[in-house]
């Protein structure tokens, strides 16, 4: 369990969260591996071509099908019944799963400077804090008015 | 103006005060304060939601398989703009130019599904004035649907420099930056999607109106 865990987080013999100190415009990173550990590496490896070490067309078509294999996942729990409190919950996370996604490979904020990610995680967290808020106030103190 | 210095691995490094290049960090900036103004929008729909006491509702109207084909067709032109951004890096003119092209192509077929379904609901009579969720609904998809025009032209524009050979490897960032904006877009469009068409489609009247409404 310990080794799957180092495996999943460890990243170049570095925490896999820990962001990049490259510079902004490398053409291509050389810590590109999305996730750390041996098979993982290899597999990527074998698909990126060539044993590169940075991301490749055959890396960008998986991130692409696993962005519609979770799109087709969401119509598929759409038209699912049962699911109750959960319907939302879990529509949420894969909607973050594809977020992060397209963030983090597609836009390369895995791979870039850690400014640009700091730049847009503020935002993001600054955007859902005051936003939170304001629904909690709509919510509990104020009653939209009914206006058409 | 910022010059390009050499590191000892041969990664180019901005000669600025911050070490980055100020036209990549503009666009993030810009990037972060479009998710206020999305946020915005997306807060006023979630705030108003449930609250149009005249239909259309969205549970009749929302078509989510129609949607879910034109989400799909978003996402793939993420796909396709990270593989012209690779092909521009690598030097391979054609086939970046051929992605760039995919870009452009699949953002205007998404374009067309919006104006499709915008046709559609004022047909079945939803409007921006018909109730407060076409307010809040064609505000949100209407801004979105400006985002991708302007994403589409700006990449039509760099399809015809890759054609032409004036965007190239060493100039890359013009596609890099263009990208950026391309997939914010896209993620955007991600939360859109969940948000009023997947969580919002069974949405009716507002509890105890039904029997007021239909009498």
Redesign the interface.
């Known amino acids: 369990m310990a080794n799957l865990w180092r495996k999943l987080t460890y990243h170049d013999g570095n925490g896999w969260w820990n962001l990049p100190h490259?510079?902004?415009?490398?053409?291509?990173?050389?810590h590109e591996g999305p996730i750390g550990g041996a098979w993982l590496m290899n597999m990527f490896r074998t698909m990126t071509h060539g044993g590169v070490e940075h991301a490749?067309?055959g890396f960008?078509?998986l991130?692409?099908a696993a962005?519609?294999i979770i799109?087709l996942l969401?119509?598929w729990?759409?038209g699912v019944e049962g699911l109750g409190g959960w319907?939302?919950p879990i529509?949420?996370g894969?909607?973050v799963l594809?977020?992060v996604g397209?963030?983090a490979?597609?836009?390369h904020l895995r791979f870039d400077?850690r400014?640009?990610t700091y730049?847009?995680t503020?935002?993001?967290i600054?955007?859902?804090l005051?936003?939170s808020l304001?629904?909690l106030f709509?919510e509990i103190a104020f009653t939209?008015p009914?206006?058409? | 103006m910022t010059q390009?210095a050499t590191?000892e691995?041969h990664?180019?490094?901005?000669d600025t005060s911050?070490?980055?290049?100020s036209r990549?960090?503009m666009m993030?900036?810009f990037?972060?304060?479009d998710?206020?103004f999305f946020?915005?929008f997306?807060?006023t729909y979630?705030?108003?939601r449930g609250?149009?006491?005249?239909g259309p509702y969205p549970s009749e109207i929302l078509n989510?398989?129609i949607t879910?084909v034109s989400?799909?067709v978003l996402?793939?032109s993420?796909?396709a703009?990270?593989?012209g951004l690779?092909y521009v890096?690598t030097g391979e003119k054609n086939k970046a130019t051929l992605w760039i092209l995919a870009v452009v192509v699949l953002g205007a077929i998404f374009m067309g599904f919006q104006f499709v379904e915008f046709r559609e609901f004022a047909h079945l009579g939803l409007t921006p004035r018909?109730?407060?969720f076409g307010t809040t609904f064609f505000i949100l998809t209407g801004i979105h649907g400006a985002h991708v025009t302007i994403g589409v032209l700006w990449m039509a524009f760099l399809a015809y420099g890759s054609h032409k050979g004036t965007l190239r490897?060493d100039n890359?960032?013009d596609l890099e930056i263009a990208?950026?904006y391309w997939?914010?877009v896209?993620?955007v469009w991600?939360?859109i999607?969940?948000v009023i068409y997947?969580?919002s489609?069974t949405d009716g009247p507002?509890p105890g109106m039904e029997s007021v409404i239909h009498g």
């Open positions: 490259g510079p902004s415009n490398e053409l291509n990173p050389p490749g067309p960008y078509w991130v692409g962005l519609g799109t969401e119509v729990l759409f319907y939302i529509l949420l894969l909607s594809k977020f397209v963030v490979f597609f836009m400077h400014m640009f730049i847009f503020s935002a993001m600054i955007g859902i005051i936003f304001i629904l709509a939209p009914n206006v058409f | 390009a590191t691995h990664a180019p490094v901005e911050t070490g980055l290049n990549k960090l993030w900036a990037l972060g304060s998710v206020m946020g915005a997306i807060a979630l705030v108003y609250k149009s006491l005249i989510i398989p879910s989400t799909f996402l793939m993420s796909l703009m990270v593989l690779h890096k018909t109730n407060i490897a890359s960032l990208g950026l997939h914010f896209d993620i991600i939360v999607f969940t997947l969580i489609a507002p």
